[in-house]
Protein backbone atom coordinates (compact mmCIF):
# COMPACT_ATOMS: atom_id res chain seq x y z
CA UNK A 1 0.00 0.00 0.00
CA UNK A 2 1.08 3.52 -0.47
CA UNK A 3 2.57 5.22 2.40
CA UNK A 4 0.06 7.73 2.34
CA UNK A 5 -2.85 5.37 3.19
CA UNK A 6 -3.83 4.21 6.49
CA UNK A 7 -4.94 0.31 6.73
CA UNK A 8 -6.08 -1.78 9.16
CA UNK A 9 -6.66 -5.30 8.98
CA UNK A 10 -10.15 -6.57 7.14
CA UNK A 11 -10.76 -2.94 6.51
CA UNK A 12 -9.22 -0.54 3.64
CA UNK A 13 -9.36 3.41 4.35
CA UNK A 14 -7.84 5.57 1.61
CA UNK A 15 -6.72 8.87 2.94
CA UNK A 16 -4.38 10.93 0.66
CA UNK A 17 -2.04 13.73 1.69
CA UNK A 18 -3.77 16.28 -0.43
CA UNK A 19 -7.25 15.36 1.32
CA UNK A 20 -5.91 15.69 5.03
CA UNK A 21 -4.32 19.01 4.13
CA UNK A 22 -7.44 20.29 2.84
CA UNK A 23 -10.04 18.64 5.85
CA UNK A 24 -11.01 20.93 8.41
CA UNK A 25 -9.46 19.40 11.98
CA UNK A 26 -13.28 18.30 13.29
CA UNK A 27 -13.65 16.39 10.23
CA UNK A 28 -10.55 15.14 10.29
CA UNK A 29 -11.06 14.15 14.43
CA UNK A 30 -14.92 12.91 13.29
CA UNK A 31 -12.97 10.65 10.23
CA UNK A 32 -10.34 9.26 12.40
CA UNK A 33 -13.27 8.18 15.14
CA UNK A 34 -14.95 6.35 12.94
CA UNK A 35 -12.10 4.39 11.77
CA UNK A 36 -10.91 3.65 15.53
CA UNK A 37 -14.42 2.07 15.90
CA UNK A 38 -14.38 0.39 12.83
CA UNK A 39 -11.03 -1.26 13.69
CA UNK A 40 -12.08 -2.17 17.25
CA UNK A 41 -15.43 -3.43 16.12
CA UNK A 42 -13.46 -5.85 13.70
CA UNK A 43 -11.04 -6.86 16.22
CA UNK A 44 -13.86 -8.03 18.46
CA UNK A 45 -15.50 -9.33 15.53
CA UNK A 46 -12.40 -11.70 14.82
CA UNK A 47 -12.64 -12.53 19.03
CA UNK A 48 -16.03 -13.68 18.46
CA UNK A 49 -15.42 -15.61 15.81
CA UNK A 50 -12.26 -17.71 17.51
CA UNK A 51 -14.50 -18.28 20.65
CA UNK A 52 -17.52 -19.04 19.63
CA UNK A 53 -15.75 -21.77 16.63
CA UNK A 54 -13.76 -22.96 19.97
CA UNK A 55 -17.16 -23.29 22.07
CA UNK A 56 -19.00 -25.22 19.16
CA UNK A 57 -16.19 -27.11 18.94
CA UNK A 58 -15.90 -28.01 22.66
CA UNK A 59 -20.07 -28.85 22.60
CA UNK A 60 -19.57 -31.02 19.77
CA UNK A 61 -16.57 -32.91 20.49
CA UNK A 62 -16.50 -32.93 24.40
CA UNK A 63 -20.25 -33.47 24.95
CA UNK A 64 -21.10 -33.63 29.28
CA UNK A 65 -25.07 -34.12 27.90
CA UNK A 66 -25.09 -37.78 27.94
CA UNK A 67 -23.50 -38.11 31.36
CA UNK A 68 -25.33 -35.53 33.55
CA UNK A 69 -28.22 -36.82 31.99
CA UNK A 70 -27.62 -40.24 33.27
CA UNK A 71 -26.40 -39.26 36.48
CA UNK A 72 -30.15 -36.92 37.10
CA UNK A 73 -32.36 -38.76 35.42
CA UNK A 74 -31.40 -42.66 35.83
CA UNK A 75 -29.35 -42.24 39.22
CA UNK A 76 -31.40 -39.00 41.08
CA UNK A 77 -34.31 -39.94 39.35
CA UNK A 78 -37.94 -37.33 39.37
CA UNK A 79 -37.55 -33.91 41.41
CA UNK A 80 -40.52 -33.63 42.97
CA UNK A 81 -39.99 -30.65 45.51
CA UNK A 82 -40.01 -31.27 49.12
CA UNK A 83 -38.27 -34.96 48.22
CA UNK A 84 -35.21 -35.93 49.23
CA UNK A 85 -34.71 -36.45 45.15
CA UNK A 86 -34.70 -32.78 45.04
CA UNK A 87 -32.02 -32.29 47.75
CA UNK A 88 -29.75 -35.04 46.06
CA UNK A 89 -30.09 -32.99 42.75
CA UNK A 90 -28.83 -29.83 44.36
CA UNK A 91 -26.26 -31.18 45.73
CA UNK A 92 -25.25 -33.10 42.88
CA UNK A 93 -25.21 -29.98 40.72
CA UNK A 94 -23.38 -28.16 43.21
CA UNK A 95 -20.56 -30.71 43.03
CA UNK A 96 -20.65 -30.56 39.14
CA UNK A 97 -20.06 -26.81 39.18
CA UNK A 98 -17.47 -27.34 41.47
CA UNK A 99 -15.81 -30.07 38.81
CA UNK A 100 -15.51 -27.29 36.67
CA UNK A 101 -14.33 -24.27 38.91
CA UNK A 102 -18.11 -22.56 38.92
CA UNK A 103 -19.14 -21.78 42.63
CA UNK A 104 -22.58 -22.85 43.79
CA UNK A 105 -24.45 -22.97 46.01
CA UNK A 106 -28.49 -23.79 47.10
CA UNK A 107 -30.44 -20.85 48.30
CA UNK A 108 -33.36 -21.79 50.64
CA UNK A 109 -36.58 -19.16 49.94
CA UNK A 110 -38.88 -21.44 51.19
CA UNK A 111 -40.46 -24.82 53.33
CA UNK A 112 -42.69 -27.52 51.78
CA UNK A 113 -44.06 -30.81 52.93
CA UNK A 114 -41.87 -33.70 52.91
CA UNK A 115 -42.75 -36.73 51.15
CA UNK A 116 -41.11 -39.62 49.78
CA UNK A 117 -42.07 -42.23 47.29
CA UNK A 118 -41.64 -45.25 48.28
CA UNK A 119 -43.22 -48.73 46.41
CA UNK A 120 -46.07 -48.55 44.65
CA UNK A 121 -47.69 -51.95 43.71
CA UNK A 122 -51.45 -52.10 42.49
CA UNK A 123 -53.50 -55.48 41.87
CA UNK A 124 -56.16 -57.48 40.57
CA UNK A 125 -57.13 -59.62 43.38
CA UNK A 126 -60.71 -60.32 41.70
CA UNK A 127 -62.54 -62.07 39.74
CA UNK A 128 -58.35 -63.01 38.51
CA UNK A 129 -55.25 -61.89 39.86
CA UNK A 130 -53.08 -59.38 37.41
CA UNK A 131 -50.92 -56.74 38.09
CA UNK A 132 -51.68 -53.42 37.22
CA UNK A 133 -49.82 -50.37 35.53
CA UNK A 134 -50.33 -47.60 38.04
CA UNK A 135 -48.73 -45.52 40.49
CA UNK A 136 -49.69 -43.25 43.83
CA UNK A 137 -50.08 -39.44 43.32
CA UNK A 138 -47.66 -36.85 44.51
CA UNK A 139 -48.33 -36.53 48.76
CA UNK A 140 -50.75 -39.24 48.77
CA UNK A 141 -50.73 -40.79 51.99
CA UNK A 142 -49.68 -44.30 52.54
CA UNK A 143 -51.22 -47.63 52.89
CA UNK A 144 -48.29 -49.11 54.84
CA UNK A 145 -47.00 -52.29 53.70
CA UNK A 146 -49.71 -54.34 54.59
CA UNK A 147 -52.14 -52.35 51.76
CA UNK A 148 -55.68 -51.68 51.28
CA UNK A 149 -57.82 -54.26 49.72
CA UNK A 150 -61.90 -53.39 48.61
CA UNK A 151 -63.97 -53.43 45.71
CA UNK A 152 -64.36 -50.92 43.08
CA UNK A 153 -67.17 -48.65 42.79
CA UNK A 154 -67.94 -45.82 39.88
CA UNK A 155 -69.50 -42.58 40.47
CA UNK A 156 -73.55 -42.66 39.97
CA UNK A 157 -75.13 -40.51 37.23
CA UNK A 158 -77.60 -38.19 39.19
CA UNK A 159 -79.93 -35.72 39.15
CA UNK A 160 -78.94 -33.06 41.55
CA UNK A 161 -75.92 -32.59 44.11
CA UNK A 162 -78.68 -33.92 47.19
CA UNK A 163 -78.73 -37.17 44.83
CA UNK A 164 -75.04 -37.65 45.25
CA UNK A 165 -75.05 -36.87 48.65
CA UNK A 166 -77.27 -39.23 49.67
CA UNK A 167 -75.46 -41.79 47.47
CA UNK A 168 -71.92 -40.74 49.66
CA UNK A 169 -72.41 -43.34 52.50
CA UNK A 170 -72.40 -46.20 50.07
CA UNK A 171 -68.66 -45.59 49.66
CA UNK A 172 -67.13 -47.23 53.05
CA UNK A 173 -64.92 -49.20 52.42
CA UNK A 174 -64.83 -48.98 48.60
CA UNK A 175 -61.89 -48.13 46.56
CA UNK A 176 -64.07 -45.26 44.11
CA UNK A 177 -62.76 -44.62 40.99
CA UNK A 178 -63.73 -40.85 39.88
CA UNK A 179 -62.07 -40.31 36.43
CA UNK A 180 -64.21 -41.09 32.61
CA UNK A 181 -64.08 -44.67 31.12
CA UNK A 182 -62.02 -43.13 27.57
CA UNK A 183 -63.86 -44.77 24.94
CA UNK A 184 -60.73 -45.47 22.66
CA UNK A 185 -57.07 -45.98 23.72
CA UNK A 186 -56.19 -45.31 20.54
CA UNK A 187 -54.56 -41.25 19.69
CA UNK A 188 -56.75 -39.33 17.23
CA UNK A 189 -53.72 -39.59 14.73
CA UNK A 190 -53.95 -43.45 14.76
CA UNK A 191 -57.73 -43.16 13.94
CA UNK A 192 -57.34 -40.40 11.42
CA UNK A 193 -54.83 -42.38 10.03
CA UNK A 194 -56.13 -45.71 9.85
CA UNK A 195 -59.93 -45.38 10.20
CA UNK A 196 -62.34 -44.96 7.37
CA UNK A 197 -63.37 -41.46 7.21
CA UNK A 198 -66.82 -41.92 8.84
CA UNK A 199 -65.64 -44.32 11.80
CA UNK A 200 -63.25 -41.83 12.56
CA UNK A 201 -65.82 -38.98 12.65
CA UNK A 202 -68.51 -41.30 14.62
CA UNK A 203 -65.61 -41.88 17.55
CA UNK A 204 -65.12 -38.12 17.85
CA UNK A 205 -68.83 -37.29 18.06
CA UNK A 206 -69.70 -40.14 20.20
CA UNK A 207 -66.89 -39.41 22.57
CA UNK A 208 -67.66 -35.35 22.34
CA UNK A 209 -71.31 -36.21 23.72
CA UNK A 210 -69.40 -38.64 26.44
CA UNK A 211 -67.48 -36.07 27.83
CA UNK A 212 -70.34 -33.57 27.72
CA UNK A 213 -72.43 -35.99 29.79
CA UNK A 214 -69.74 -36.30 32.28
CA UNK A 215 -69.36 -32.92 32.73
CA UNK A 216 -72.97 -31.96 33.46
CA UNK A 217 -72.82 -35.13 35.63
CA UNK A 218 -70.06 -33.68 37.53
CA UNK A 219 -71.58 -30.65 37.50
CA UNK A 220 -74.90 -31.99 39.15
CA UNK A 221 -72.86 -34.19 41.62
CA UNK A 222 -71.35 -30.73 42.57
CA UNK A 223 -67.91 -31.44 43.09
CA UNK A 224 -64.78 -30.90 41.11
CA UNK A 225 -61.84 -32.73 40.32
CA UNK A 226 -59.63 -31.59 43.93
CA UNK A 227 -62.85 -31.01 46.11
CA UNK A 228 -64.51 -34.81 45.09
CA UNK A 229 -61.94 -37.22 46.42
CA UNK A 230 -61.75 -34.79 49.53
CA UNK A 231 -65.51 -36.05 50.09
CA UNK A 232 -65.04 -39.39 49.04
CA UNK A 233 -63.07 -39.51 51.69
CA UNK A 234 -64.61 -37.98 54.24
CA UNK A 235 -67.55 -40.36 53.70
CA UNK A 236 -65.57 -43.40 54.10
CA UNK A 237 -63.80 -44.53 51.08
CA UNK A 238 -61.04 -46.86 51.56
CA UNK A 239 -59.32 -44.89 48.40
CA UNK A 240 -59.27 -43.12 45.12
CA UNK A 241 -58.75 -44.41 42.09
CA UNK A 242 -57.97 -42.24 38.71
CA UNK A 243 -56.74 -42.41 34.95
CA UNK A 244 -55.20 -39.18 33.38
CA UNK A 245 -55.25 -39.93 29.93
CA UNK A 246 -52.79 -37.94 28.21
CA UNK A 247 -54.51 -38.52 24.63
CA UNK A 248 -51.07 -41.03 23.61
CA UNK A 249 -50.33 -44.08 23.64
CA UNK A 250 -49.25 -45.36 27.31
CA UNK A 251 -49.76 -41.71 28.36
CA UNK A 252 -51.19 -40.38 31.81
CA UNK A 253 -50.39 -37.33 33.60
CA UNK A 254 -49.63 -37.61 36.99
CA UNK A 255 -49.90 -34.66 39.30
CA UNK A 256 -50.65 -34.40 43.45
CA UNK A 257 -53.39 -35.91 45.33
CA UNK A 258 -55.85 -34.10 47.64
CA UNK A 259 -56.73 -36.62 50.13
CA UNK A 260 -55.04 -36.50 53.80
CA UNK A 261 -55.41 -39.93 54.74
CA UNK A 262 -56.49 -42.31 51.99
CA UNK A 263 -54.37 -43.10 48.80
CA UNK A 264 -54.93 -41.67 45.32
CA UNK A 265 -53.51 -43.41 42.79
CA UNK A 266 -53.74 -43.25 38.85
CA UNK A 267 -54.01 -46.44 36.73
CA UNK A 268 -53.25 -46.36 32.65
CA UNK A 269 -56.42 -46.15 30.70
CA UNK A 270 -55.74 -49.81 29.49
CA UNK A 271 -56.20 -51.24 33.25
CA UNK A 272 -58.98 -48.47 34.09
CA UNK A 273 -60.89 -48.87 31.20
CA UNK A 274 -60.60 -52.58 31.84
CA UNK A 275 -61.73 -52.23 35.73
CA UNK A 276 -64.74 -49.81 34.57
CA UNK A 277 -66.13 -52.25 32.90
CA UNK A 278 -66.10 -55.14 35.32
CA UNK A 279 -68.07 -52.78 37.47
CA UNK A 280 -70.52 -52.00 34.52
CA UNK A 281 -70.97 -55.62 34.21
CA UNK A 282 -71.47 -56.39 37.71
CA UNK A 283 -68.39 -58.78 38.11
CA UNK A 284 -67.46 -56.35 41.37
CA UNK A 285 -63.62 -56.56 40.99
CA UNK A 286 -61.43 -56.11 43.67
CA UNK A 287 -57.76 -54.30 43.60
CA UNK A 288 -54.95 -54.30 46.54
CA UNK A 289 -53.13 -51.05 46.56
CA UNK A 290 -49.25 -51.06 48.59
CA UNK A 291 -48.48 -47.45 48.46
CA UNK A 292 -45.72 -46.77 51.08
CA UNK A 293 -44.93 -43.33 50.94
CA UNK A 294 -43.25 -41.51 53.65
CA UNK A 295 -43.83 -38.11 55.14
CA UNK A 296 -40.77 -36.18 56.18
CA UNK A 297 -42.38 -32.93 57.89
CA UNK A 298 -41.64 -29.57 56.72
CA UNK A 299 -38.30 -29.55 54.29
CA UNK A 300 -36.38 -26.56 52.77
CA UNK A 301 -37.23 -25.72 49.29
CA UNK A 302 -34.34 -24.25 47.56
CA UNK A 303 -32.78 -22.97 44.65
CA UNK A 304 -29.40 -24.13 43.04
CA UNK A 305 -27.58 -20.84 42.09
CA UNK A 306 -24.19 -21.40 40.36
CA UNK A 307 -22.13 -17.85 39.17
CA UNK A 308 -18.51 -16.85 37.17
CA UNK A 309 -18.24 -13.25 38.51
CA UNK A 310 -18.02 -10.97 35.42
CA UNK A 311 -14.68 -9.48 35.50
CA UNK A 312 -15.56 -5.31 33.69
CA UNK A 313 -19.38 -5.03 34.67
CA UNK A 314 -19.69 -8.00 37.86
CA UNK A 315 -22.55 -5.98 38.87
CA UNK A 316 -24.69 -6.81 36.07
CA UNK A 317 -25.98 -9.70 35.20
CA UNK A 318 -26.34 -12.28 32.28
CA UNK A 319 -28.77 -15.01 33.67
CA UNK A 320 -29.41 -18.51 32.77
CA UNK A 321 -32.50 -19.89 33.92
CA UNK A 322 -34.41 -23.52 33.62
CA UNK A 323 -36.99 -25.03 36.54
CA UNK A 324 -34.86 -28.14 38.07
CA UNK A 325 -38.12 -29.73 40.01
CA UNK A 326 -40.68 -31.91 38.08
CA UNK A 327 -43.27 -34.22 38.62
CA UNK A 328 -42.61 -37.50 39.46
CA UNK A 329 -44.44 -39.52 37.73
CA UNK A 330 -41.44 -40.13 35.24
CA UNK A 331 -38.02 -38.87 35.63
CA UNK A 332 -38.55 -34.75 34.73
CA UNK A 333 -36.36 -35.73 31.60
CA UNK A 334 -37.94 -33.68 28.99
CA UNK A 335 -40.07 -31.68 31.92
CA UNK A 336 -37.30 -29.74 32.81
CA UNK A 337 -34.42 -32.25 32.56
CA UNK A 338 -33.47 -31.68 29.37
CA UNK A 339 -33.92 -27.47 30.18
CA UNK A 340 -31.27 -28.24 33.34
CA UNK A 341 -28.87 -29.94 31.28
CA UNK A 342 -28.57 -27.03 28.73
CA UNK A 343 -28.16 -24.43 31.05
CA UNK A 344 -25.35 -26.44 32.97
CA UNK A 345 -23.59 -27.81 29.92
CA UNK A 346 -23.63 -23.82 28.62
CA UNK A 347 -22.52 -22.88 31.69
CA UNK A 348 -19.46 -25.63 31.59
CA UNK A 349 -18.42 -24.27 27.98
CA UNK A 350 -18.87 -20.61 29.10
CA UNK A 351 -16.13 -21.66 32.34
CA UNK A 352 -13.89 -23.71 30.36
CA UNK A 353 -13.68 -20.64 26.84
CA UNK A 354 -14.57 -17.31 28.88
CA UNK A 355 -13.83 -17.96 32.09
CA UNK A 356 -13.81 -13.79 32.39
CA UNK A 357 -17.00 -12.42 30.84
CA UNK A 358 -17.40 -8.88 30.85
CA UNK A 359 -20.86 -9.05 33.15
CA UNK A 360 -21.63 -11.79 35.33
CA UNK A 361 -23.14 -15.31 33.93
CA UNK A 362 -25.51 -16.98 36.66
CA UNK A 363 -27.60 -19.80 36.27
CA UNK A 364 -30.70 -20.62 38.43
CA UNK A 365 -31.95 -23.78 38.42
CA UNK A 366 -35.36 -22.91 40.33
CA UNK A 367 -37.21 -24.97 42.33
CA UNK A 368 -41.21 -25.50 42.45
CA UNK A 369 -41.76 -23.89 39.17
CA UNK A 370 -44.90 -26.52 38.77
CA UNK A 371 -46.26 -25.41 41.96
CA UNK A 372 -46.43 -21.72 40.47
CA UNK A 373 -43.01 -20.31 39.94
CA UNK A 374 -42.11 -20.25 43.11
CA UNK A 375 -38.50 -20.54 42.78
CA UNK A 376 -37.97 -17.89 40.61
CA UNK A 377 -40.52 -15.58 41.99
CA UNK A 378 -38.61 -15.90 45.29
CA UNK A 379 -35.53 -15.22 43.14
CA UNK A 380 -37.07 -11.66 41.95
CA UNK A 381 -38.16 -11.05 45.23
CA UNK A 382 -35.87 -11.59 47.63
CA UNK A 383 -32.63 -9.81 45.00
CA UNK A 384 -33.83 -6.69 43.33
CA UNK A 385 -30.24 -5.92 42.97
CA UNK A 386 -29.80 -8.78 41.04
CA UNK A 387 -33.09 -8.33 38.88
CA UNK A 388 -32.43 -4.47 38.68
CA UNK A 389 -29.06 -5.19 37.43
CA UNK A 390 -30.11 -7.82 34.60
CA UNK A 391 -28.83 -7.26 30.94
CA UNK A 392 -31.01 -10.47 29.45
CA UNK A 393 -32.66 -13.65 30.98
CA UNK A 394 -32.04 -16.81 28.78
CA UNK A 395 -34.79 -19.69 30.07
CA UNK A 396 -35.47 -23.22 28.44
CA UNK A 397 -38.65 -25.32 29.45
CA UNK A 398 -40.48 -26.81 26.81
CA UNK A 399 -39.40 -30.02 26.07
CA UNK A 400 -35.81 -31.84 23.88
CA UNK A 401 -36.34 -30.25 20.82
CA UNK A 402 -34.23 -27.65 19.27
CA UNK A 403 -35.07 -24.05 19.62
CA UNK A 404 -37.19 -22.93 16.93
CA UNK A 405 -38.81 -19.46 18.41
CA UNK A 406 -37.66 -16.43 20.22
CA UNK A 407 -39.84 -13.19 20.99
CA UNK A 408 -38.96 -9.51 22.39
CA UNK A 409 -41.47 -10.49 25.52
CA UNK A 410 -42.93 -6.91 25.08
CA UNK A 411 -39.70 -5.23 25.27
CA UNK A 412 -39.82 -2.25 22.63
CA UNK A 413 -36.03 -2.45 21.43
CA UNK A 414 -35.66 -5.89 21.98
CA UNK A 415 -35.07 -6.12 18.02
CA UNK A 416 -31.54 -4.71 18.26
CA UNK A 417 -30.09 -6.80 20.57
CA UNK A 418 -31.64 -10.04 19.93
CA UNK A 419 -31.19 -10.03 16.77
CA UNK A 420 -27.05 -8.96 16.61
CA UNK A 421 -26.68 -11.53 19.35
CA UNK A 422 -28.15 -13.81 17.15
CA UNK A 423 -25.92 -13.25 14.18
CA UNK A 424 -22.91 -14.50 15.58
CA UNK A 425 -24.97 -17.92 16.34
CA UNK A 426 -23.79 -20.83 13.33
CA UNK A 427 -26.34 -20.55 10.34
CA UNK A 428 -27.23 -24.27 11.11
CA UNK A 429 -28.90 -22.91 14.48
CA UNK A 430 -30.62 -20.19 13.64
CA UNK A 431 -32.25 -21.33 10.25
CA UNK A 432 -34.87 -22.90 11.92
CA UNK A 433 -35.64 -20.00 15.08
CA UNK A 434 -38.58 -18.05 13.90
CA UNK A 435 -38.51 -14.01 15.75
CA UNK A 436 -41.44 -12.31 16.87
CA UNK A 437 -40.78 -8.36 17.93
CA UNK A 438 -41.39 -7.05 19.92
CA UNK A 439 -43.51 -9.96 21.06
CA UNK A 440 -45.89 -9.96 24.37
CA UNK A 441 -44.90 -10.39 27.94
CA UNK A 442 -45.05 -13.42 29.22
CA UNK A 443 -47.92 -13.87 31.96
CA UNK A 444 -46.83 -17.25 32.93
CA UNK A 445 -46.26 -20.92 32.08
CA UNK A 446 -42.38 -20.40 33.05
CA UNK A 447 -39.83 -19.30 34.89
CA UNK A 448 -39.01 -16.26 32.46
CA UNK A 449 -42.95 -14.99 33.47
CA UNK A 450 -41.24 -14.09 37.00
CA UNK A 451 -38.92 -11.97 35.01
CA UNK A 452 -40.76 -9.91 33.06
CA UNK A 453 -43.42 -9.05 35.67
CA UNK A 454 -40.67 -6.95 36.94
CA UNK A 455 -39.44 -5.40 34.10
CA UNK A 456 -36.38 -7.50 33.58
CA UNK A 457 -35.54 -8.46 29.89
CA UNK A 458 -36.26 -12.24 30.00
CA UNK A 459 -36.67 -14.41 26.91
CA UNK A 460 -38.03 -17.81 26.34
CA UNK A 461 -35.96 -20.46 24.40
CA UNK A 462 -38.96 -22.51 22.73
CA UNK A 463 -38.34 -25.75 21.37
CA UNK A 464 -39.89 -28.00 18.89
CA UNK A 465 -42.54 -29.91 20.13
CA UNK A 466 -41.36 -33.83 19.86
CA UNK A 467 -44.91 -34.58 20.68
CA UNK A 468 -44.13 -33.10 24.05
CA UNK A 469 -47.52 -31.87 25.20
CA UNK A 470 -49.34 -35.66 24.71
CA UNK A 471 -46.14 -38.08 25.48
CA UNK A 472 -43.85 -36.13 27.81
CA UNK A 473 -45.23 -33.13 29.59
CA UNK A 474 -46.21 -34.08 33.22
CA UNK A 475 -46.21 -37.71 32.44
CA UNK A 476 -45.57 -41.37 33.33
CA UNK A 477 -43.61 -41.52 30.01
CA UNK A 478 -41.15 -38.41 30.56
CA UNK A 479 -38.26 -40.22 30.65
CA UNK A 480 -34.03 -40.38 29.66
CA UNK A 481 -34.91 -42.38 26.09
CA UNK A 482 -37.10 -39.72 24.95
CA UNK A 483 -34.74 -37.06 24.86
CA UNK A 484 -33.01 -36.07 21.68
CA UNK A 485 -29.14 -35.19 22.27
CA UNK A 486 -28.61 -34.00 18.97
CA UNK A 487 -31.04 -30.69 19.72
CA UNK A 488 -30.38 -30.34 23.44
CA UNK A 489 -26.54 -29.62 21.81
CA UNK A 490 -27.73 -27.15 19.37
CA UNK A 491 -29.53 -25.24 22.21
CA UNK A 492 -26.65 -25.69 24.32
CA UNK A 493 -24.60 -24.09 21.83
CA UNK A 494 -27.23 -21.80 21.76
CA UNK A 495 -27.32 -20.46 25.01
CA UNK A 496 -23.96 -19.92 25.18
CA UNK A 497 -22.97 -17.44 22.26
CA UNK A 498 -26.13 -15.66 23.39
CA UNK A 499 -24.86 -15.34 27.15
CA UNK A 500 -21.43 -14.85 25.66
CA UNK A 501 -22.48 -11.75 23.18
CA UNK A 502 -24.89 -10.52 25.89
CA UNK A 503 -22.48 -10.54 28.21
CA UNK A 504 -19.62 -8.47 25.99
CA UNK A 505 -22.45 -6.11 24.49
CA UNK A 506 -21.02 -2.53 25.57
CA UNK A 507 -24.57 -1.55 25.40
CA UNK A 508 -26.85 -2.03 28.66
CA UNK A 509 -29.94 -3.60 26.98
CA UNK A 510 -33.31 -1.49 26.83
CA UNK A 511 -36.41 -2.28 29.37
CA UNK A 512 -38.85 -0.01 27.29
CA UNK A 513 -42.21 -1.88 26.79
CA UNK A 514 -44.63 -1.29 24.30
CA UNK A 515 -48.18 -0.02 24.84
CA UNK A 516 -50.36 -3.25 25.09
CA UNK A 517 -53.60 -3.44 23.01
CA UNK A 518 -56.68 -3.36 24.33
CA UNK A 519 -59.03 -6.53 25.25
CA UNK A 520 -61.53 -6.39 22.50
CA UNK A 521 -63.88 -8.80 24.34
CA UNK A 522 -63.93 -5.80 27.85
CA UNK A 523 -62.68 -2.49 26.22
CA UNK A 524 -59.92 -2.37 29.11
CA UNK A 525 -56.00 -1.31 28.12
CA UNK A 526 -54.25 -4.24 28.40
CA UNK A 527 -51.36 -3.55 31.33
CA UNK A 528 -47.65 -4.94 32.14
CA UNK A 529 -48.43 -8.71 34.04
CA UNK A 530 -47.62 -8.00 37.85
CA UNK A 531 -44.79 -9.33 40.22
CA UNK A 532 -46.50 -12.18 42.41
CA UNK A 533 -44.82 -13.35 45.23
CA UNK A 534 -44.30 -17.30 45.83
CA UNK A 535 -46.12 -19.98 48.00
CA UNK A 536 -43.38 -19.81 50.78
CA UNK A 537 -44.68 -22.77 52.67
CA UNK A 538 -46.13 -25.62 50.29
CA UNK A 539 -48.36 -28.25 51.55
CA UNK A 540 -48.33 -28.17 55.00
Not at 105 to 111: P, S, V
Not at 483 to 491: A, I, L, M, Q
Request: aromatic share 10%; no cysteine; proline share 5%.
Amino acid sequence: MPDDNYYSPGIIIFINSKTIKTLKMKRITSLLTIVGLAIGQFAIAQVDKQLIQSMVKEANENSQLETLAHEMLDVIGPRLVGTPQMEQAGDWAIAKYKEWGIPAENEQWGEWRGWDRGITHIDMVHPRIQSLNGTQLAWSPSTGKKGVTGELVVLPTVENSAQFEQWLPSVKGKLVMISMKEPTGRPDYNWEEFATKDSSEKMKNDRQVQEEEWRENMRRIGYDRRTLPEALEKAGALGIVTSYWSKGFGANKIFSASTKKIPTVDLSLEDYTMLYRLVEYGSKPKIKIVAESKELGTVPAFNTIATIKGSEKPEEYVILSAHFDSWDGGTGATDNGTGTLVMMEAMRILKKIYPNPKRTILVGHWGSEEQGLNGSRAFVEDHPEIVNNIQAVFNQDNGTGRVVNMNGAGFLNSYDYLTRWLSAVPKEITDPIETNFPGSPATGGSDNASFVAAGAPAFNLTALNWSYWNYTWHTNLDTYDKVVFDDVRSNAILTAILAYMASEDPNTTSREKIVLPTNFETGIQRSWPEQRSPTRKGGL
